[in-house]
Antibody
Framework: QVQLVQSGAEVKKPGASVKVSCKAS????????ISWVRQAPGHGLEWMGW????????TYSQRLQGRVTMTTDTSTSTAYMELRSLRSDDTAVYYC????????????????????????WGQGTTVTVSS | QSALTQPASVSGSPGQSITFSCTGT?????????VSWYQQHPGKAPKLMIY???NRPSGVSYRFSGSKSGDTASLTISGLQADDEATYYC??????????FGGGTKLTVL
């Protein structure tokens, strides 16, 4: 079945970096993008950014631009999210979610994007930042 | 990028219909039909309930429906059930980055 499985919980000190993985299975990884979403304790969902499984193009939230990097390894169908210079307010549950279908048009050498919402979610990874 | 605006809480009795609102701007919700709704129970990952304003993914109950008028999108749950008690988030495509969420509305079933 289609699923995303994330890496385990992390505890980091302020100023450190964390890298969370998200392994996809049950679908063509290169046909979709992955969004990363986080949720601080007692707070709502915050969209962090998106990476294309097709060509690794990324777009990040303005709030995290410069501190976050999203990458993929298509050989293992795995997406990664690295967050640097961690602060206490980065303590949150981090989710990956399948988002936006990407279809290449070989005739026009362009990409078409199809929106079906974030339809598959990982189980979440708790990142705790504490001294 | 400002979050979409949702009321903090709403409540209803079993069997009733309840409507959630989500307000944005012409740069996001008002300008595009890439609007989704998510249900989140405590300690669980969000679940997609509606996409493209009004489409239900396979497996989502017909009791859930979505609509949009201008800069405001709505999610309606008919025949409210105890298990519907959760927090509901809207999201939209935005021309600024890519996507933005609302702050969430907590539904209490009385």
């Amino acid at each position: 079945q289609v699923q995303l499985v994330q890496s385990g919980a992390e505890v980091k000190k302020p100023g450190a970096s964390v890298k969370v993985s998200c392994k996809a299975s049950g679908y063509s990884f290169s046909s979709y993008g992955i969004s990363w979403v986080r949720q601080a304790p007692g707070h709502g969902l915050e969209w962090m950014g998106w990476i294309s499984g097709y060509n690794r193009n990324t777009t990040y939230s303005q709030r995290l631009q410069g501190r976050v990097t999203m990458t993929t390894d298509t050989s293992t169908s795995t997406a990664y999210m690295e967050l640097r210079s961690l602060r206490s307010d980065d303590t949150a549950v981090y989710y990956c979610a399948r988002d936006w279908k990407v279809t290449p048009n070989l005739e026009t050498a362009s990409l078409a994007f199809y929106y079906y919402g974030m339809d598959v979610w990982g189980q979440g990874t708790t990142v705790t930042v504490s001294s | 990028q400002s979050a979409l605006t949702q009321p903090a809480s709403v409540s209803g009795s079993p069997g009733q219909s309840i409507t959630f609102s989500c307000t944005g701007t012409s740069s996001d919700l008002g300008g595009y039909n890439y609007v989704s709704w998510y249900q989140q129970h405590p300690g669980k990952a969000p679940k997609l309930m509606i996409y493209d304003v009004s489409n239900r993914p396979s497996g989502v109950s017909y009791r859930f429906s979505g609509s949009k008028s201008g800069d405001t999108a709505s999610l309606t749950i008919s025949g409210l059930q105890a298990d519907d008690e959760a927090t509901y988030y809207c999201s939209s495509y935005t021309s600024d980055t890519l996507e933005v969420f609302g702050g969430g509305t907590k539904l209490t079933v009385l």
